[in-house]
C-alpha cells in the first residue's frame, strides 16, 4: 500500500535556501469577517507552511510568523500593514532569508502594478526568495521573476472583477429594492429570494420596539430615566423562534445586540438612541454606498416604500427629532443643540489619561478627579479621588521609577533608548518618503491612460482612470499626514529626551506645563481603581522609551460611603450589644468601628454591654482594609518593593503599626514597581 506523502516542488530540490537567518511566513485576511469565517483556512495555512520551511530546512525558531495584519486589504501599503513593513525592514538590513506566503494575494493586490513592482525590486535587491505553497521565485531567474509579478496581476484581476460584478450586481438590487446586506434591526428579519430581499415584520420583537417608542414619549424624553428602566427590569428581546422563521421562509438575521442566555440586551445608551433613530422602523430602508468601489451609485439611498413599518409617525419622530443631529431630510437638526462639553482648565497631571477600570477619569474644578464605576451609562457610582493626593503619588513614584531604570540598567540609559527610538521614527518617515514616491509614479501613470483614453473617447477607461487618481490623490494626502506625523514623533522625542533629564534632577522646580507635557509623552495609560474602602491603586503604564509600569497603594482618610443596607442593620441589632468587636467587624468588613457606633446608637438606639476587643483594628480602619494589607505586606520582602514615604508593618498578633510610630496614617504611601 502506498503510503500518503506530501510532494514538494522540484525547485526546492534545486537551490540552496538561507537557512541560517530568519523565514518570515505572512499570513493575512483582507477582512475580520474572513478572519472569522476562514480560521480553518488560517491554520493550514499556518500550519502547512510551517512544516514545508521545516522540510526546506528551517528550524522552528527561526520561522517568524507574521499574522498582525489579519483584517487589512493587501491593497494598503507597509504604513498600514505593520507586519509587512518589519519584512522590509529585515530584508534591508539583511535579516530575511526567505519571505513565504500562501499565495500572491497574501502580499500585494495592487491595482496600480506600483507596488508590487516595487517589492520585487526588493526582494532582487537583498536576494530574498518568496516561498508561495505552490512554487519558490528566485530573484536572480529573470523567468521567476515575471511568472511572479503574473501572480500578482492575476491577483489584482480576481479584485477587480468583485468590484466590477459583485459588488455593481448588490448595488443594482439595492436600486431594486432588495436588501443589500449589513446588520438588521431588531424587529425585523430578512424574507424573498436572491435579488428580491426585504425586510419583513418579526413580531415577537416589534411589539418590544413600540412598547420603547412609546415608553420614551411616554417620559417625555427623558431618555436616563428610560435607560435606568431598561436596566432595572433586565430588558432584552427573547431568542427568535426557529418554527416562527422557517414559517417566514427566515434564518436567523445577524443583529447588533449583544445575545445572552435571556436573549439580545439592550441597556446600552447608544443603543437605545440607535434604536429610537433607526428610519427601518418607518418603512424605509437606507443603504450606504461610501466606498470608492461603489460603482453604480455613492452615497445614501432611502427607499422609502421598502417594508412595513412598526411605528407610527408620531411616536417615531417625537424620539428622532429629540436624537437625532439631523432630520429625515438630512438637514441639520435644529431642535436638538450641539452641547458645549469644554470645561475650564484644572492642573492635574494624569488630565485625559487616568480611568477608573474602562471608565474615563475627568478633572474637575472642585480638585477631583470622578469618574463611573459602573459604566451602563445610567444609574451608577462615581468614584471620587483628590487630584492632589493621586497626582502627587504619581509623581514620586514617576521620578522614582526613572532613577531606578537608569541605576539598574545594564544595557541602555532611557538617553540612549529615545536616541534609538528616534532613529527608528525616522526610518518610518523615509519609509513613508519612499511610498509617496511610489504614488506619484502611479498617478502619473494614470495620467498619461487618462489622456490616452480622452484621445481616443473611451468613456470606460476615462472613468476608470479618473477614479483611480481620486483614490490615489487621497492615499497621497493620508500619506503626507502620516509622515507629518512621524516628523512631529521625532521633534517630541527630542523634546521628551531633554525633559527626562530635567524631570530626573529637578523635577519639583519644573513649570506645571512641563510637568504635564512630559507626563502625556511617557504615559500611555493610568488606572485608579478602590481595592478597599480606605485604600486605592493607582496603576501605570509607560510608553516607549521608559517601557516599564508600576502599581501604587494609597491610603485615603474619607473612604468610599455606600447606604446602609436592611441587612447590615439586622446584623448590628443582633451583634452589637454583646458581640466581639473582632466579629462585629468582620460581619461588616466595609464598615469602620466609628461607623458602626453612631449607626447603632444614633439611628437604631443601642447600648452596648460589652467592651470585648480581640481584632486590633482601629476606630478609623475596616476589617478589609487591614485584610488588604495583610495581603500587602509580603511585598516588603521582595526586591521589587520600593518605599516612597514610610513602611506599613509589621502585624504582631493581628495588630499593625506605623513605622516611624509618629507618622500620619495618611502620609502612607507605598508602590510595586516592575520592569518590562
Known amino acids: 500500500m502506498t503510503q500518503f506523502k506530501l510532494v514538494e516542488p522540484e525547485d526546492s530540490k534545486k537551490r540552496t535556501y538561507r537557512t541560517d537567518l530568519d523565514v518570515y511566513a505572512y499570513i493575512r485576511f483582507s477582512t475580520m469577517e474572513q478572519v472569522k469565517n476562514s480560521l480553518q483556512s488560517k491554520k493550514m495555512q499556518d500550519t502547512r507552511m510551517s512544516e514545508k520551511l521545516q522540510r526546506i530546512g528551517w528550524i522552528p525558531d527561526r520561522i517568524r510568523v507574521k499574522d498582525k495584519d489579519e483584517g487589512i486589504s493587501a491593497q494598503k501599503g507597509t504604513d498600514v500593514r505593520t507586519d509587512l513593513a518589519d519584512i522590509y525592514k529585515a530584508m534591508k538590513d539583511g535579516l ?122 411616554q417620559l417625555n424624553g427623558n431618555l436616563g430615566r428610560l435607560g435606568r428602566e431598561l436596566v432595572a427590569a433586565d430588558f432584552h428581546c427573547p431568542d427568535f423562534d426557529r418554527d416562527a422563521l422557517r414559517a417566514m421562509g427566515a434564518d436567523v438575521p445577524h443583529v447588533g445586540l449583544i445575545h445572552d442566555a435571556k436573549g439580545y440586551r439592550l441597556y446600552i445608551r447608544n443603543g437605545i438612541i440607535g434604536i429610537l433613530t433607526n428610519r427601518a422602523y418607518l418603512g424605509w430602508y437606507v443603504y450606504e454606498a461610501k466606498s470608492e468601489e461603489s460603482r453604480v451609485f455613492q452615497g445614501e439611498y432611502v427607499n422609502k416604500e421598502s417594508h412595513d413599518a412598526v411605528v407610527g409617525m408620531d411616536d417615531f419622530m417625537f424620539a428622532y427629532s429629540r436624537l437625532s443631529d439631523k432630520t429625515l431630510d438630512g438637514e441639520p437638526n435644529e431642535s436638538k443643540p450641539a452641547v458645549n462639553r469644554h470645561y475650564s482648565q484644572v492642573n492635574a497631571l494624569l488630565e485625559g489619561l487616568l480611568t477608573t477600570g474602562k471608565a474615563p477619569m475627568y478633572a474637575m474644578r472642585t480638585g477631583n478627579y470622578i469618574g463611573k464605576v459602573k459604566t451602563d451609562g445610567w444609574q451608577g457610582v462615581d468614584l471620587v479621588v483628590g487630584i492632589q493626593h493621586i497626582d502627587s503619588i504619581f509623581a514620586r513614584a514617576m521620578i522614582d521609577t526613572l532613577h531606578k531604570i537608569e ?32 504614488i506619484d509614479k502611479a498617478i502619473r501613470q494614470w495620467e498619461v491612460a487618462k489622456q490616452a483614453a480622452m484621445a481616443e473617447e473611451s468613456v470606460p477607461d476615462a472613468t476608470e482612470a479618473i477614479r483611480n487618481l481620486k483614490r490615489l490623490r487621497g492615499d497621497r494626502e493620508a500619506i503626507e499626514a502620516k509622515q507629518k506625523q512621524a516628523n512631529s514623533e521625532v521633534e517630541e522625542l527630542a523634546e521628551c529626551k531633554y525633559l527626562l533629564d530635567e524631570a530626573k534632577h529637578r523635577w519639583n522646580s519644573m513649570k506645571f506645563e512641563k510637568q504635564r507635557r512630559l507626563v502625556k509623552l511617557i504615559v500611555g495609560s493610568a488606572n485608579v481603581v478602590e481595592i478597599a474602602p480606605h485604600f486605592l491603586q493607582l496603576s501605570v503604564c509607560f510608553n516607549h522609551p521608559v517601557d516599564c509600569d508600576f502599581v501604587c497603594y494609597t491610603y485615603r482618610v474619607r473612604g468610599s460611603k455606600s447606604v446602609r443596607s436592611n441587612e447590615e442593620n439586622a446584623i448590628i441589632r443582633k451583634l452589637y450589644p454583646q458581640a466581639d468587636r473582632a466579629v462585629i467587624l ?90 518590562v
Open 96 to 217: 530575511c532569508g526567505a519571505i513565504a506566503a500562501y499565495d500572491a494575494s497574501r502580499l500585494w493586490r495592487d491595482r496600480d502594478h506600483v507596488f508590487y513592482n516595487d517589492f520585487i525590486m526588493k526582494i532582487k535587491k537583498y536576494n530574498v526568495p518568496v516561498i508561495l505553497h505552490n512554487k519558490t521565485y528566485w530573484p536572480d531567474v529573470k523567468s521567476d521573476m515575471e511568472s511572479l509579478r503574473e501572480e500578482f496581476r492575476y491577483a489584482q484581476k480576481q479584485l477587480e472583477q468583485n468590484y466590477e460584478k459583485a459588488n455593481p450586481a448588490r448595488q443594482e438590487a439595492v436600486l431594486s429594492g432588495s436588501y443589500g446586506g449589513h446588520c438588521i434591526p431588531m424587529g425585523f428579519v430578512i424574507v424573498g429570494d436572491k435579488g428580491a430581499k426585504k425586510y419583513a415584520i418579526y413580531e415577537p420583537h416589534a411589539k418590544l420596539i413600540r412598547w420603547l417608542f412609546k415608553r420614551y414619549r
Open 586 to 675: 468582620e460581619k461588616l468588613s466595609t464598615r469602620t468601628w466609628a461607623s458602626i457606633v453612631v449607626q447603632a446608637t444614633k439611628e437604631l438606639h443601642l447600648e452596648r454591654t460589652t467592651r470585648a476587643n480581640t481584632s486590633g483594628i482601629t476606630d478609623n480602619l475596616t476589617y478589609a482594609d487591614v485584610c488588604l494589607l495583610k495581603q500587602l505586606e509580603p511585598l516588603s520582602q521582595t526586591d521589587e518593593y520600593t518605599p516612597l514615604e514610610m513602611l506599613i508593618g509589621p502585624y504582631n498578633n493581628a495588630f499593625w503599626t506605623i513605622e516611624p510610630a509618629n507618622a500620619k496614617l495618611e502620609d502612607v504611601n507605598f508602590v510595586v514597581w516592575n520592569r
Open 407 to 438: 541605576i539598574g540598567s545594564a544595557d541602555k540609559t532611557l538617553t540612549e533608548k529615545v536616541e534609538e527610538l528616534q532613529q527608528r521614527k525616522e526610518e518610518q518617515a523615509d519609509n513613508l518618503t519612499e511610498r509617496l514616491a511610489n
